[in-house]
């Protein structure tokens, strides 16, 4: 079966950098996404890695390994406007996304 | 402006009733997708098309059935057969998970 792993809750402050992490276990691989969802909201699309690295966008980067089937959504200079849930999601060639549990970012004052 | 559209936004079903959900877009996108959302969970993979008049189970399709019959629509039947179905579906669509998928804003369904 697949699995994905991410922590359920994470809390910082604002103006800080915090990490959130995916493991993934899965019968095939071709990619790892990131999305962000406010409460009530839909998902947006934040990145894709295909390839091991670090992919960088504005305040929010992500980061895959492959050979550790590990990736991590890096966001910097926090605001309150990040508290929102973030889902990782592994593309295994099956041409749609399998979504993991979801972790609760809370930025505080 | 393009987009994906869900409606209704909240609906309310008798237990037994069988209910369609609508989702439309203008995208031009040839992949849909239906999602279902339980409170604090993760999203799980309903049913998926690829292309008009072609789709495929995802990991929880008891319960559901769909039709691609137009681009543009990809409606999801909830029917009597789902024995939990109260929940927030999301529709989506996209061109390759490379570029991201566009969501709806979703319809929270409730069974009384």
Known sequence: GQSL?????VTAVEGAIVQINCTYQTSGFYGLSWYQQHDGGAPTF???NA???LEETG???SFL???DSYGYLLLQELQMKDSASYFCAV???RRALTFGSGTRLQVQP | DGGITQSPKYLFRKEGQNVTLSCEQNLNHDAMYWYRQDPGQGLRLIYYSQIVNDFQKGDIAEGYSVSREKKESFPLTVTSAQKNPTAFYLCASGTGTVFGYTFGSGTRLTVV
């Open chain 1, 51 to 53: 390839l091991d690295g």
């Open chain 1, 59 to 61: 305040r929010f980067s």
């Open chain 1, 5 to 9: 792993e991410q922590p359920s809750e």
């Open chain 1, 46 to 48: 934040l990145s894709y």
């Open chain 1, 65 to 67: 390994s492959r050979s």
């Open chain 1, 91 to 93: 593309d295994t060639g």
